[in-house]
């Protein structure tokens, strides 16, 4: 909790700061729908199936919430790796990547619903399908650190901050 502020109806996650805010309650299959608004190169994630206690993107299953441009304009003028394809926007983090190019200019609100639906997961942003991915379909010998949400079916959800000012703003959930 004292990685994040509300300021102006909205969850910021502080500059500087991170980690995971979780729900009270845990969930299985359902719908989440968020709103979000991203700083140049700005970075966090959705957590899924995230057991109490552990950490999204190894014990549960993270969705990139990141300015991909921006991050790799920046790693690139530090002489810095870009990100991998499974790191852009959307994509399951360490498994699989999103399509890219559909986030809107820094700065603007864009909307993202995520299905979960057994072990299938969904990503629409700003109404256009970037990722459709079956868990059991991913060949885990190419993953260098499977998370453990791989084999979890049901967990808490939330944010999971990375030290920057990401905004979000009408987080629902209907559970399935």
């Not at 999204?56 to 441009?69: K, N, P, R, T, Y």
């Not at 994509?91 to 639906?117: D, M, T």
């Not at 059991?136 to 998370?147: G, L, T, V, Y």
Request: charged share 25%; proline share 5%.
């Amino acid at each position: 909790m004292d990685s994040y502020e509300v300021k102006d109806g909205a969850i910021t996650c502080k500059p500087g700061k991170g980690g995971d805010l979780l729900t009270k309650d845990e969930f299985e299959n359902g719908i989440i729908r968020v709103e979000f608004k991203l700083p140049k190169a700005g970075n966090n994630g959705i957590a899924l199936r995230t057991p109490l206690g552990g950490h999204s993107a190894s014990d549960g299953l993270e969705l990139q919430v990141i300015d991909s441009d921006g991050y790799n304009e920046k790693q690139a003028a530090a002489g810095k790796k870009g990100l991998e394809p499974y790191q852009y926007h959307g994509s399951l983090y360490h498994c699989v990547g999103a399509k890219h190019g559909f986030l809107r200019p820094v700065g603007e609100w864009n909307f993202q619903e995520i299905e979960v639906q057994g072990q299938r997961i969904k990503v629409t942003l700003n109404g256009t399908k970037i990722l459709d991915v079956d868990i059991n379909s991913i060949d885990r010998s190419q993953i260098k650190n499977p998370p453990k949400g791989l084999d979890r079916t049901k967990g808490f959800i939330g944010f999971a901050g990375h030290s920057d000012p990401v905004v979000f703003r009408s987080f629902k959930v209907k559970k399935m």
